[in-house]
């Protein structure tokens, strides 16, 4: 599986911007999604995950209530939802597909691309 992530850009605060992350080849129901972020110089950082069969979801603290992830079978797409947003969501971010449902970037086999995301205050 390959994973493509788009959607970055450029918003001021308290905007709002979609991140899709499309897969090639199948997805296994027992598959989570996860997207993290990596602003520059720090670690990166778990955002939120997806389980792929169930549909359940997990937040970082940081942004409950204002990101939702959500996915598409069809399509073999995951979407991050990111509203109210504040110049420390810049970031480039990352989807990614693991085994269990974890917030540990060890935990996720495959990666895509990031997808560059500036938010000005």
């Known amino acids: 599986v390959q994973l493509q992530a788009s959607g970055g850009g450029w918003v001021q605060a308290g905007g709002s911007l979609r991140l899709s992350c499309a897969a090639s080849?199948?997805?296994?129901?027992?598959?989570?999604l996860g997207w993290f972020r990596q602003a520059p110089g720090e670690k990166r950082e778990f955002v939120a995950l997806?389980?792929?069969?169930?549909?359940?979801?997990i937040y970082a603290d940081s942004v409950k209530g204002r990101f939702t992830i959500s996915r598409d079978k069809a399509e073999n797409t995951v979407y991050l939802q990111m509203n109210s947003l504040k110049p420390e969501d810049t970031a480039a971010y990352y989807c990614?597909?693991?085994?269990?449902?974890?917030?540990?970037?060890?935990?996720?086999?495959?990666w895509g691309q990031g997808t560059l995301v500036t938010v000005s205050s």
């Open positions: 997806i389980s792929w069969g169930a549909g359940h979801t």
């Open positions: 990614a597909i693991g085994r269990y449902r974890s917030i540990a970037s060890d935990d996720y086999d495959t």
């Open positions: 080849g199948r997805i296994f129901s027992s598959s989570v």
